[in-house]
């Protein structure tokens, strides 16, 4: 399959989850929703819109492509193991696209919280186009590649280390996503940010969890915009996470705010248990020193724009790695 064949594969791809007559997407979205309390409708839609209009656009991977010269026009014939995550849906898909686009075979290894999206995913490349029937493998156990993206924890990373660091590789650990706030957004930014925050519960790697403020800052604004999501906390699932988390602040006598489903709390750590938003103050002039480690983006005036985080463009690769360059150079 040549580069133009794949690419017009995904562009396909793309159609079809945005055709509203798609009546068999209707039901796989109905039943990722019932498979995966987490995965809201609108979550879900918020994600396949971000990857059809991102992502599988013919002039986005056109121009994606182009900056990759020595990206081969002919199948490879290279094996590449992939462990999806599943926090968020088909969060796992980019990795896909870049392994096929690069004209290797991916061997997937699918995320037990997210099986019936990704499932279709590959099902209708396979129909798109049957060339791909033999190049998207769906494995349990990842075997005989000749390179492996694997996508998990602090703790899974070890064991990925074990089994795969011998290999060409790139393993991604835990991450989250900061925003540095000088106390003059407007309404529409805080509403944005609010945004970056909650979306899908805020527990993606590119989900705000720490803010930091100026010494003085006036935290109602952004808690009147962050009142938007409430209607989360009618999520079981949330509503125990923000009941104990609730529960713990009370305990321990420790200052906080509350919206009624989302929690502000002062402290350091840039992670943050779900319901939370953990706070910390700078003094102005003098920003944050940031561990860059566990930082996936920063939002803000001197980051990247308010809302824009879990709508990155192909380029904008996790943990800043450029996952094709490394499938193009194997």
Not at 90 to 111: C, N, P, Q
Not at 117 to 122: A, F, R, S, V
């Amino acid at each position: 399959m040549k580069l133009q064949a794949r690419i017009n594969g995904f562009v396909a791809l793309g159609e079809n989850l945005l055709d509203a007559k798609n009546l068999a997407f209707q039901e796989v979205k109905l039943k990722a929703s019932i498979q995966n309390a987490w995965f809201l409708p609108e979550f879900i839609d918020q994600a396949v819109n971000q990857i059809s209009h991102r992502f599988l656009q013919h002039p986005a991977l056109e121009q994606w492509t182009t900056l990759y010269p020595s990206l081969s026009d002919a199948f490879t014939g290279k094996k590449v193991g992939i462990v999806m995550a599943g926090n968020i849906p088909m969060v796992g898909f980019h990795d896909l696209l870049s392994t096929l686009i690069a004209g290797h075979i991916a061997v997937v290894k699918l995320s037990s919280k997210d099986t019936v999206l990704m499932e279709y995913i590959i099902a209708t490349l396979k129909t798109i186009n049957p060339l791909w029937q033999d190049q998207i493998l769906i494995q349990e156990q990842l075997k005989a590649c000749d390179a492996y993206i694997a996508t998990g924890s602090n703790n899974t990373s070890q064991y990925f280390e074990h089994y795969f660091g011998k290999f060409p590789n790139i393993i991604r650990k835990n991450k989250t996503s900061i925003a540095i706030l000088d106390g003059n957004e407007s309404l529409e930014d805080l509403t944005l940010l609010a945004k970056d925050m909650m979306l899908y519960f805020g527990i993606g790697c590119r989900n705000v969890t720490q803010v930091w403020v100026p010494t003085g800052y006036d935290f109602i604004p952004l808690l009147d915009a962050l009142k938007t999501y409430n209607y989360i906390i009618d999520q079981h699932k949330y509503k125990h996470n923000y009941d104990y988390q609730l529960a713990l602040l009370m305990m321990t006598r420790q200052f906080y705010m509350d919206t009624g489903a989302i929690l502000m709390s002062e402290n350091p750590s840039p992670f943050a248990a779900i319901s939370q938003i953990h706070y910390q103050y700078y003094t102005p002039g003098n920003l944050p020193n940031l561990d860059t480690s566990e930082v996936q983006c920063v939002v803000g005036k001197t980051g990247l724009a308010f809302g824009s985080l879990q709508a990155p463009q192909l380029n904008q690769y996790a943990d800043g790695i450029d996952t094709l360059s490394f499938l193009v150079d194997l």
